[in-house]
């Protein structure tokens, strides 16, 4: 490849200098087949970061009060000089909205630009789980739909009761997902249309199914009929379509609840691969740049201290621990991936028959597609990373005084490590299991939820609050009970708690 | 493809709002905060916002989440020690974990407090919600006692010293321009028509000659405008303008006398505070006047005020005196917004009480804005109570009110300075 004459390096960006830049990887990301949604950078302060990640990256969300409260602490911790704000941020829509610092150095535009509006843009489109779960080019309009929905109710009905409302439900939020079906996709006037249609008609549902007056008599067949017939996962779903004494403006803000929590699903089940692609992409199309000549020396040797600091994994013993850091699992996951298609070991062949000598940028491009984080470790979790990382597994088993290690970084436990490293990133063992089992639709209308633990892990004791809020959106008694292994159900949980104090509390 | 957008100047306070419900939600806490914060002040500390502490599980965002305990595995990398099948102590909680979710809180442990700054503004808003300062209304319209002088444009006539430069010589080229233009226009066209002759094969010596004379003329006319006139000077104007006063005195009067006791004091204490910060909404300048007395009345500094002791009978009307006197000789009624406040036990010598009242009316009030009384005691009232109780219903802007314990400080002081009506006891 001819050498070009290189770009600006000099550390302050202008809008010239990032354009050109951008062009640049562009070119770059179009040659290595990356597809985007068309890009919208745009340039923010410190405090607007702050505001971003006050509303968890939404860029409109409706008022609350926990907003308010991210945004103190994070302006705090600022502040006192105990937290740097990230680069960047990047949010899954159509155009894909990147936020980048104005503080940044033209070197750190450069790689959040590869990193955001490349890597992580390009994640979205591509990957199964946003596609089929988050429709980017409405998010935007539902959005401001719901702040706008959520104001106007605030007007109607007192912001005291909108806040209870979505305190409610914000408490479940991570139970208004539909884990197994499929949404389907809507515009912002179709949305708006059908709310009007929708308060009327759910109100009328919820009416017929809560009649008083028996109907007819084989109600009372011998065999009860179970209502829900079986148990859902969806609890704020439940609530909204079944919820006796809701409100039809408290059955909207439940659904936009839950639709934003949807929203936000498949990017809690990518953090690995989302981040692993991005830092994929801004490592390689910068390298490319640097290849071809058209950035210096000085600007790769920066790039380079960023990146490392960004894909670096302390060690489980150094005080900077907390957990495998995604980007430096992803990126190295990535990276192998590329290496045992280019230069396979004989280790490589025996693990990756599939892969090993293919094209590596057809099977990056598959992995990215067609996988999330539990799924892509136990596929492409190779030995040599485990190695690399010197990866280790414990065995806590609540009912010996010590741990033991389970397997560690040699031929034996390479099974058992990825297997457990792929279940740690299984959103389903690391969520509470908990689904709506019965309603009492005949006597006292009291909603049964049922706890099913995974590796006889108990529910925290936060359950009492969440019960609560459970009950304001229930309005009659609910309850918990916990399935045991031995098959039986034991009530660990209750709203109201019954009038007599319970003797035995599990 | 991509598109750059600079939204650096949109407005960045968007989080605001739900800054502010965090600060409604939290109010009742975020109160008792600050009502706390007050005790810790000097009476004058009022510049400061204020730090909030709220307990963090009154604030949790509870969620459905797994508890500690069952069966575990974890990965974790760097092994440099470990073996297949090596058993270990469990470590201490909390070490270890931590779930890729990043701050899924893990209630229970870690009950520290939230702690948060508000502002000054917050922090007075807060303590003073719906109050109104007593009078304030009437003091302005009625008396419009300072002068300020300030600037109000330009004129042509002044001192020397008020010459504004900037506008004088804006003059003088304004001047210069309007009165060369034609000449220029003139010299322009001479110039022209010399660089045509010249220009020309055949000789022009006559008409050369001719035009260099009138270019010359020209020259010399433009050269005669005077760089600067004494039309063009500007001054700059000054008037006077009468602004309300924003000074105020605050006399704190107390009784030191051996039945105050140290608790009874801190409750008057707090209640100063208030006032004071209270006057400080309004005032730019607060003069406070420290007058303690038991038989006699002695003004003091702050620290003596609430922390030394003294025994001794009760005589009221002896700090009044003093008031009056101090008044008269330091705070003319004119220049000044006079505000008193006096705390008491109840207790005065029986025949005193009614001098009390005759000094009060004669001499303290017509020249007070607002005079409070506030008696702390658990017993039953006696003469002072109801002596001023005469003069509380002869004058609107004499307050009392009882105060039993400090939890009765913050709800009389919201009483006595209500908004809208000026409540007479």
Redesign the interface.
Known sequence: MTKRKPLDDSPDWT?EK??QY?TEI?RVAAHYRLDTY????????A??M??AY??VGMPIGY???????K???TE?TYKRGQMGLAYEIVINSE?CIS?LM?ENTMTMQALVMAHA?YGHNSFFKGNYLFKSWTDASSIIDYLLFAKNYVAECEHKYG?DEV?ATL?AC??????GVDRYKRPQKISLDEELKRQKEREEYLQSQVNSLWRTLPIKEESADKKRKRFPSEPQENILYFIEKNAPLLKPWQREIVRIVRKISQYFYPQ?QT?VMNEGWACLWHYTILNHLYDEGLVTDKFILEFLHSHTNVVA??????PY????N?YALGFNMFMDIRRICENPTDEDRRWFPDIAGSNWLDTVHFAMENFKDESFISQFLSPKIIRD??????????KN??????????D??YQK?RT??S???NLSN???N?QVLEVDINGDRSLTLR?V???????????D??LK?LHYLWQFDVKLVEKKESGEEVEIGRCPPKATPVDKAS | MANFIDRRLNSKNKSTVNRQRFIRRYKSQIKKSVSDAINKRGVTDVDTGESISIPKKDMSEPVFHQGSGGVRDRVHPGNDQFSPGDRIKRPPQGGGQASGQGEASDSGEGEDDFVFSISKDEYLDLLFEDLELPNLEKTQLDKLVEYKTVRSGYCAEGVPSNIDIVKSLQGSIARRIAMTSSKRAQLKACEKELEALEADKHDHIKEVKELTLEIERLKAAIAKVPFIDTFDLRYRNYAKEAVPTSKAVMFCLMDVSGSMDQATKDIAKRFYILLYLFLTRTYKEIDVVYIRHHTQAKEVDEQEFFYSQETGGTIASSALELMVKVMEERYNANDWNIYGAQASDGDNWADDSPLCKKIMLKKILPKARYFSYIEITQRAHQTLWHQYQDVADQCGYFAMRHIRSVEDIYPVFRELFKKGEQSAA
């Open positions: 809008f990032l354009d951008q562009a068309p890009n919208q950078i745009e340039v923010i302060t405090e607007q702050m505001d006050a509303s008022n609350h009060w926990t907003y308010g409260k945004f103190i602490q705090q155009p936020y104005e509006c912001i806040e305190d914000h408490a479940l939020m991570n139970h809690k953090q994994q302390p060690e489980y013993n150094s621990y907390s957990g495998i995604p990382f010197k990866l280790f597994q414990i065995h806590d088993d609540e005084s010590f741990i033991e290690i389970g397997a560690i970084h040699n034996t436990g490590i457990a490293l279940n740690q990133y690391l969520e509470a908990i706890y633990a995974h590796n006889k892990v108990p529910l925290a004791g936060s359950k609050e969440v809020h």
